[in-house]
């Protein structure tokens, strides 16, 4: 069993800049691909980024892209997510999640552990 807490939200002003933290328990954190996601009120669970077991290569959501950077340290079963230039557009709830395999997906429904969700809100 893995267990993620995800750490970091909170409220920003339009073109501020937030840093999430996802901690993991457990073995498979560094022979996982991470993902983060995200969900706003009303809306379907929506892809942000995911990256791979080592780090070297990641893979962003267009909306995201050149803002949001994702990095992982194993050796802390950490993964990081730093926002700059947040839009009001970004206001949801963030989730890390443990992909089942080493494959990078966008599908939430291949992911196999979540954290419970931290808030971002971005005012305008």
């Known amino acids: 069993q893995v267990q993620l807490v995800e750490s970091g939200g909170g409220l920003v002003q339009a073109g501020g800049s937030l840093r999430l933290s996802c901690a993991a328990s457990?073995?498979?954190?560094?022979?996982?691909?991470m993902g983060w996601f995200r969900q706003a009120p009303g809306k379907e669970r929506e892809f942000v980024v995911a990256?791979?077991?080592?780090?070297?290569?990641?893979y962003y959501a267009d909306s995201v892209k050149g803002r949001f950077t994702i990095s992982r340290d194993n050796a802390k079963n950490t993964v990081y997510l730093q926002m700059n230039s947040l839009k009001p557009e970004d206001t949801a709830v963030y989730y890390c999640?443990?992909?089942?395999?080493?494959?990078?997906?966008?599908?939430?429904?291949?992911?196999?552990?979540w954290g419970q969700g931290t808030q971002v809100t971005v005012s305008s």
């Open positions: 990256i791979s077991r080592g780090g070297g290569n990641r």
């Open positions: 999640a443990v992909h089942r395999s080493v494959v990078y997906s966008t599908d939430p429904k291949q992911y196999e552990y």
């Open positions: 457990g073995r498979t954190f560094s022979s996982r691909v």
